[in-house]
Structures are given as structure tokens and as C-alpha cells.
């Protein structure tokens, strides 16, 4: 078989984490980062402003001073201590100081904190570690990652091995799992998502299916989960960052979409995988706010006229009395207003909102 022009041996990966609160699931997260295959990464940890003890009980793991029980990735001393590099983010902007130090320690040896003074969102946090990357460690592809993941140890040789084919594609993931359904770990979360535009939503391919091998090619699909996401470097200089403005929900779909408007692709590749933890809480208002608000921004941003047309019909004359008529039914008051304040905003043009 013929190598392609684009491809290259070994890139280097710079691999984000965003950590708000939930240092349990992220020394999980990291373990099973610190046993891939590959070789040519750089972690980059982002604390989000967490209020709990993240920042003593993760250091305390890098340490090998917190050994951790998963039934997905074995604990091992062999990489413990992982040497740590911490800057806060006014240190990262000023010019980080230290690069040398880490540039010739193996991948599973070092670990690069960014401590955020305050929580950014999931789209800013990231932003702040993606800049830090591409000005330090000069990656060939950036990997963001939920810290409520576990990674097969394949991952990044799948990936790589795919998006590095074809200077097109700007974007590939792997299938979710969700991370404990009765004990299965074959129950699909998410097999890559195709947009409806004309309705403002998307569907997620393969949700809830048990994977008996569905899903074996690498295919084509409008956007990926920001979960787990590998982003070519060219795509990231060339269409920009996640946009803050979002803060939260949506803001991966939005990148995916700049891309795809750029002239990038992004492909599902079904041959490796993670495990996602996925919440079982009841949505909050502030969750429905921010779906309902971005949501809005996203069509009147991305789609044509006849498909805003399209979703202005059913959401004006259907979806958005539906949607209060069973908040009121259920007696939702939160959740009633989040939709309702979302709707207002969604409207207004960024700006006027930020």
C-alpha cells in the first residue's frame, strides 16, 4: 500500500485535560494516559478554579503517593513520581519559563498544571491550555480530552494513524463507551454526531446500541464529541480556537463546523476507543440556559438561509410553546426560566450578551 505525502512517523500530541472539581475521575483518566502505546505526547493538565482539594489530591497521585482502583487500567509505580511543571495562567501568558526542563523528559514522566485563577468554561479553559501548546511544545495535533475518561491504550495509534492520511481531515474520535451500564463496557455512547440543522439539533450515531462490530470503518460525519477530540494543528492555525463565548455546550460542534467550512473533515474512527462517565443528575437551569442560548448562536451562525428559515418555523410556531408548556406541567420553575432567559439571549448577538 502506497504511504501517503501527509503522512508522518510519530507526531508529536499534545494531549488537554480539563479538571473542574473532579480529581477522582481525572488520576483515573491519567493513569490510563500513562500506559498508551504512544510515545510522542505532552500532557497538559488545566484546573478549572476548582473549590475542592483537585490541585493536593492530583499531585499527590503524580507523586505515587495515590494509588487508584479501576476495572478498565491497573495501577503501576513505573512511572511514578511524574515530574511536575506548574505555572497559573498569568504565568502562561506572560511566557511560560521552564520548557527546557521538560523537552527531553519520556512522555510518561512529566506533566505540565496550568491552574486557572477562576473557571473559565470548558471552552476557554481549553483555550488557555491550546495556547500554552502551540507556543511551547509546538504539537503536529492537539487531543482534548474529558477528565471523566478512560482511554484504550491503543487511542492515540488508531487516531494518529488515521487523521495522518489526509491533510483534509481536520478532526477524528474514536466510539464512546459508556463508562459502567450493569457492567457492560461494549454499550455505545456515541459513534461521531450529524447535524439537523434545519431543526437545530443532532443525532448521535450509535446511542445506546451494544457494539458487535456496527461500526468497523472510518467514516465521515458532521462533528465529533468534545469528550475525546483530535484536532490537526493546521486546522486550529487556520480557522481558530474554541469560542469562548459559548463557555459551555456546543462550542466543540462550532469548532467542527468552522472546520467543515474551511474545507476539513472529521472522521469517526471505530477501531479504538474510551470510556465515558456520563451524569445521571437531572438537568439544572443553568445547564438548559446555556444548551438553549448556544443552540441559537450555532444555526443563526452556521446554517443557510432556508435551513434557518426551516428552524425559525418549528421552533417559533412549535418547539418553544411545547418546551414551556411541559416546564409548566411539570412545575419546573428552573428550568423554565434557564429556557426562557436562553431564548432571550440567543437572540441578542454575542456581544450584547457577554
Not at 508529536?12 to 473542574?20: D, F, G, K, P, T
Not at 513520581?81 to 498569568?90: A, C, K
Not at 511544545?137 to 477528565?147: F, K
Not at 443528575?281 to 428559515?309: C, D, I, M
Amino acid at each position: 500500500m502506497a504511504v501517503s505525502p501527509y503522512y508522518h512517523i510519530n507526531p508529536r500530541i499534545s494531549i488537554l485535560i480539563l479538571n473542574w472539581n473532579g480529581w477522582r475521575d481525572t488520576i483515573e483518566c491519567l493513569e490510563s494516559l500513562y500506559q498508551i502505546n504512544y510515545t510522542n505526547y505532552n500532557l497538559i493538565l488545566i484546573d478549572n478554579g476548582s473549590e475542592d482539594c483537585s490541585l493536593e489530591m492530583i499531585r499527590t497521585y503524580l507523586n505515587g503517593k495515590k494509588p487508584i482502583t479501576s476495572k478498565y487500567v491497573e495501577y503501576t509505580f513505573e512511572n511514578k513520581p511524574v515530574n511536575i511543571f506548574e505555572y497559573t495562567n498569568d504565568e502562561v501568558t506572560s511566557g511560560g519559563g521552564r520548557e527546557d526542563e521538560i523537552a527531553d523528559l519520556p512522555s510518561r514522566k512529566k506533566i505540565v498544571i496550568i491552574i486557572n485563577d477562576k473557571n473559565y468554561g470548558f471552552a476557554e479553559g481549553n483555550n488557555i491550555g491550546i495556547r500554552y501548546a502551540l507556543k511551547f511544545q509546538n504539537p503536529d495535533y492537539v487531543l482534548l480530552l474529558n477528565n471523566d475518561t478512560v482511554v484504550k491504550n491503543d487511542l492515540l495509534d488508531v487516531l494518529v494513524n488515521a487523521i495522518n492520511s489526509d491533510k483534509r481531515i481536520g478532526f477524528a474520535g474514536p466510539i464512546i463507551y459508556k463508562y459502567d451500564d450493569d457492567g457492560r463496557k461494549d454499550l455505545i455512547s456515541v459513534a461521531g454526531v450529524n447535524l439537523l440543522m434545519s431543526r437545530g439539533s443532532y443525532m448521535r450515531i450509535g446511542s445506546e446500541e451494544i457494539d458487535i462490530g456496527q461500526y468497523h470503518a472510518i467514516a465521515t460525519v458532521d462533528c465529533l464529541e468534545g469528550s475525546c477530540l483530535l484536532i490537526r494543528r493546521t486546522a486550529l492555525d487556520k480557522i481558530g480556537l474554541l469560542d469562548p463565548s459559548y463557555f459551555l455546550f456546543w462550542e466543540e460542534t462550532d469548532l467542527c463546523r468552522r472546520g467543515f467550512e474551511a474545507g476539513y473533515s472529521c472522521i469517526i474512527v471505530p477501531t479504538t476507543g474510551i470510556w465515558h462517565k456520563t451524569s445521571s443528575s437531572k438537568p439544572g437551569g443553568l445547564v438548559t440556559y446555556y444548551k438553549t442560548r448556544n443552540r441559537l448562536w450555532f444555526v443563526k451562525s452556521h446554517a443557510s438561509e432556508q435551513e434557518l428559515l426551516s428552524f425559525l418555523g418549528y421552533f417559533c410556531l412549535f418547539q418553544f410553546w411545547a418546551t414551556i408548556a411541559s416546564y409548566i406541567y411539570r412545575k419546573d420553575q428552573e428550568r423554565l426560566s434557564g429556557f426562557l432567559k436562553g431564548v432571550l439571549h440567543g437572540i441578542l448577538p454575542k456581544k450584547a450578551v457577554g
